[in-house]
């Protein structure tokens, strides 16, 4: 498996546009890792992607199950690669900022510290976002 990963972000570095056609959101760390290399993401409109896809800025949404909608995207990038790179910075950016390990990492240290001193027994979504917010907008992270 390991192996597997080591191709991965090398082929990404050759790609402008990376297709998420699949109808449900399995695989969204595909998605970062996608923008992580500078790939417009054509995908359609399920769970996650959603939120990590800025329709328009840092790719195309489509409705799941739409391969005519899907095609037209997908065409529209390859066509102009000026949109593509410029989506692709877009999405390389957006995941720099929104998905930093760092930052990540020292709001689950915090969430822990504080379920240890018994601050809060379980953790939801929403708490673990708003705590990510803050460490973001604080510039701590």
Do not use: W
């Not at 390991?2 to 297709?19: K, N, S, T, W, Y």
């Not at 027994?121 to 992270?141: I, K, W």
Request: proline share 4%.
């Amino acid at each position: 498996l390991q192996e597997a990963g080591a191709h991965i972000a090398p082929a990404l570095a050759r790609m402008d546009v990376f297709a998420y056609p699949f109808r449900r959101d399995t695989h969204s760390i595909s998605v970062i890792k996608a923008m992580s290399s500078q790939c417009a993401v054509v995908a359609a409109a399920v769970g996650s992607i959603q939120g990590l896809v800025v329709d328009g800025e840092t790719g195309l949404l489509v409705p799941p199950g739409d391969t005519d909608a899907l095609a037209l995207a997908l065409g529209k990038l390859v066509t102009r690669p000026a949109l593509a790179a410029r989506m692709g910075q877009a999405g390389r950016e957006r995941v720099a900022d929104n998905h930093d390990v760092k930052k990540v990492g020292k709001v689950a240290h915090q969430l822990y510290r504080s379920a240890v001193r018994g601050g809060a027994t379980r953790t939801s979504g929403v708490e673990t976002v708003f705590a990510y917010r803050r460490l973001s907008s604080d510039g701590e992270a």
